[in-house]
């Protein structure tokens, strides 16, 4: 069965360092991969994924993750966190062709402290 | 992307009653789904919902509890019926744009409170 752990209930750094919310998967086939973001009472944002090619992708607001096969993971990662970065992180997967759904990791709380 | 639009975006419900939740799309799409974020938790896969034909439902997910509507291309309803508070959660209305890489799209939610 497919899935995706995110380890981490919460994550805490300081504005100006680097994040990294981390997220592994468990799939039976070529995975896509994806990053999402929910700010409080919205709903899901759309930030980055991962098809094919560059092992490195980069997303919006300056987020990027990378894809790494042999450890089957995609952790999201930003240079230089900002206060308005603290929200809710979910790593999503879908295993064939376009028109299924996404399953989700249980979501990973950021909290960037000034 | 889409601009997807979700009524109501909250609502206080008493046990035992149903409310409907409108997902309107402003462009049409293939693939609409719902799915559930109960408090706390991740996102949960309700059903698919199919243009002209019954939704296809996940496991511990059945049409009378959760029965859908998809008219159209452009719009569908979830209803919740005989409301408990463990019903409480945030419904999101999530579209597929027919991208070959598939990334949904999702609306706002509806938080629904059972009392």
């Known amino acids: 069965a497919q899935s995706v752990a995110q380890p981490e209930d919460q994550v805490n750094v300081a504005e100006g360092n680097p994040l990294t919310v981390k997220c592994t998967y468990s799939v039976s086939g070529n995975p896509y991969l994806f990053w999402y973001v929910q700010y409080p009472n919205r709903g899901l944002q759309f930030l980055l994924k991962?098809?094919?090619?560059?092992?490195l992708v980069k997303g919006s607001y300056g987020f990027e993750a990378e894809f790494n096969k042999s450890q089957t993971s995609f952790h999201l990662k930003k240079p230089s966190a900002l206060v308005s970065d603290s929200a809710l992180y979910f790593c999503?997967?879908?295993?064939?062709?376009?028109?299924?759904?996404?399953?989700f990791g249980k979501g990973t709380t950021l909290s960037v402290s000034s | 992307s889409a601009v997807i639009s979700q009524k109501p975006s909250r609502d206080i419900c008493q046990r035992g009653t149903s409310l409907t939740i409108q997902c309107q799309v402003d462009s049409q799409v293939t693939m609409m789904f719902w799915y559930r974020q109960q408090p706390g938790q991740s996102l949960t896969l309700i059903a698919t919902?199919?243009?002209?034909?019954?939704?296809?439902?996940e496991s511990g997910f059945v049409i009378d509890k959760f029965p859908i509507s998809r008219p159209n291309l452009t719009f569908s309803t979830l209803t919740v019926s005989n409301m408990s508070p463990e019903d409480s959660s945030i419904y999101l209305c999530s579209v597929d744009e027919g991208t070959s890489t598939g990334e949904l799209f999702f609306g706002e939610g509806s938080r629904l409170t059972v009392l």
């Open positions: 999503a997967v879908r295993v064939g062709q376009a028109g299924t759904a996404l399953i």
């Open positions: 991962y098809i094919t090619g560059d092992n």
């Open positions: 919902a199919n243009q002209g034909s019954e939704a296809t439902y």
